[in-house]
């Protein structure tokens, strides 16, 4: 190990332009997850009643900030994914680094874990950038942290590079370097795991459901029924994996159809892709449909809360100050702009990693005469064809549950349509997916050059 960290680092000093470019994202991506860790280190160390400057008074009890903390924490799981997308990224002269290596005698295992530890070095400079901005932050907000909070920032700064290695030796499984410079992927998945989940989601909601139905309807809820929490979870994941098991069956069937009945250039080299490997854009698009599911749902459910607030407060039967509640919303919303976010730049890094890797195929396709603008159209498509009826079920999907919530919020009398608003969701998620996807294509220009042929 210790030879492969020095490799590792030998190799990170010798990057070249662009090179760096992705080490520059890997570092990004670190950052975010450091900071995201940090805050919610900060919030886990403090105990009891304590009264901030700042949030309204949510983050005073012990019950909002465990939420809070849950939110950050869900919200490093596509960060985790961006990272693991950063470390595919392929260049020609990472090709042949891998190559010489093999060469010299190391086993794809360990070419994958040098290239693994090039990625946690990268996470180590995010880490600490983060954690450099983040404890003066802390000293202006805080005047004399505990012990604990300490320890916990201690933890997250070391915590971030060794989960980034994790992410990057998870997304490089499958892959294996030959020593002539090649690279290749492990048969592609079928669709048993979303369909897996899909089943779990499906008994979950089956299950919790009645009882927090009963629950509600009874009007004396305990304390501790966890039924309206694990329903709606059930719920989420039931839509999300239907969702990508929908984009990956899907792809194959418009591959197989559009390959035997087009005629355009573009679609015929899409269809061809998409028939090749349809689950590779599930895996891409996995998490552009749980943002999309959460925020169709978020919005419906918001509306709800809204008008319910509105009537407390003009019955004068709130609790606590009305910013209370809408600075709780406001965050709930941030975090989920921040996750569509990461997920459309992981989207956009994606699309460089799909024209790196297959890099051979464009060559030899522009040097067969098939122009340029034809293999834009069809990376654009390659996008496009399999999303689109996977957002629309995960926009139907969040759709349902903020109707749910409204009909069980007012008793199942009368059930409140959830807002119009809700239906921009799938639409903006979609046009903003396209658009990332469409930022790849200026390396476009560059993977297809003629005197790459030298080594396809």
């Given amino acids: 190990m210790r030879t492969d960290l020095r490799l590792a680092w030998l190799l990170v000093r010798g990057s070249d332009r662009q090179e760096w470019w992705r080490i ?9 997850a450091a900071a995201l860790g940090l805050a919610a280190a900060v919030l886990a160390s403090v105990r009891g009643h304590y009264s901030f400057s700042f949030g309204s008074g949510l983050f005073d009890n012990p019950g909002e900030r465990s939420g809070a903390i849950l939110t950050l924490l869900l919200l490093l799981v596509p960060v985790l994914g961006f990272l693991g997308q950063c470390t595919r990224i392929g260049a020609v002269h990472r090709d042949r680094r891998a190559a010489a290596l093999r060469l010299a005698g190391a086993e794809p295992a360990r070419v994958r874990r040098i290239t693994a530890l090039e990625t946690g070095l990268a996470c180590l400079l995010g880490s600490l950038l983060a954690t450099a901005v983040s404890v003066p932050l802390l000293l202006t907000l805080w005047s004399a942290p505990t012990a604990l ?48 989940l899909f089943l779990a989601g499906l008994l979950l909601v089956v299950v919790a459901g009645p009882l927090a139905v009963a ?36 792809a194959g069937l418009t591959g197989r159809l559009l390959a035997a009945r087009t005629d355009s250039p573009a679609v015929l080299i899409a269809a061809e892709r998409l ?8 895996r891409t698009h996995a998490a552009v449909l749980l943002v999309t599911v959460v925020g169709t749902g978020f919005v419906g459910v918001r ?3 809204l008008a319910d607030l509105a009537e407390s407060r003009r019955t004068g039967g709130l609790a606590a100050d009305l910013s209370f509640y809408t600075t709780g919303l406001d965050l709930t919303a941030a975090a989920i702009g921040l996750g569509l976010v990461i997920v459309l730049v992981a989207l956009g890094v994606g699309a460089a990693e799909s024209l790196a890797t297959r890099r051979r195929a464009l060559v030899a396709q522009t040097a067969a005469g098939v122009p340029r603008r034809v293999l834009g159209r069809a990376l654009l498509l390659e996008t ?9 079920v995960a926009g139907l999907g969040g759709m349902a549950i903020g109707v749910g919530y409204a009909s069980i919020a007012a008793g199942g009398s009368v059930v409140r349509a959830a807002s119009y608003a809700a239906l921009l ?16 294509l200026p390396l476009l220009r560059r993977s297809v050059r003629p005197g790459e042929l030298r080594y396809a």
């Fill in 24 to 32: 520059a994202l890997t570092a990004a991506g670190a950052a975010g």
């Fill in 149 to 196: 909070t300490w320890a916990g920032l201690a933890l997250v700064a070391v915590g971030v590079p060794v989960l980034g290695t994790a992410a990057a030796v998870l997304a490089l499984r499958r892959v294996v370097a030959s020593p002539l410079g090649r690279l290749r992927r492990g048969v592609p998945r079928s669709g048993r795991g979303p369909g897996l």
């Fill in 215 to 250: 629950s509600t309807f009874s009007g004396t809820p305990g304390p501790h029924d966890v039924s309206p929490a694990l329903t709606v979870f059930g719920a989420v994941s039931a839509v999300g994996a239907g969702a990508v098991w929908l984009t990956g069956a899907l």
């Fill in 275 to 282: 028939r090749d490997d349809p689950w590779a854009a599930a």
């Fill in 303 to 305: 509306q709800v809360l």
């Fill in 384 to 392: 496009a064809l399999p999303l689109a009826p996977a957002v629309l």
């Fill in 425 to 440: 969701v799938p639409a903006g998620v979609y046009a903003a997916c396209l658009l990332a996807a469409a930022a790849g």
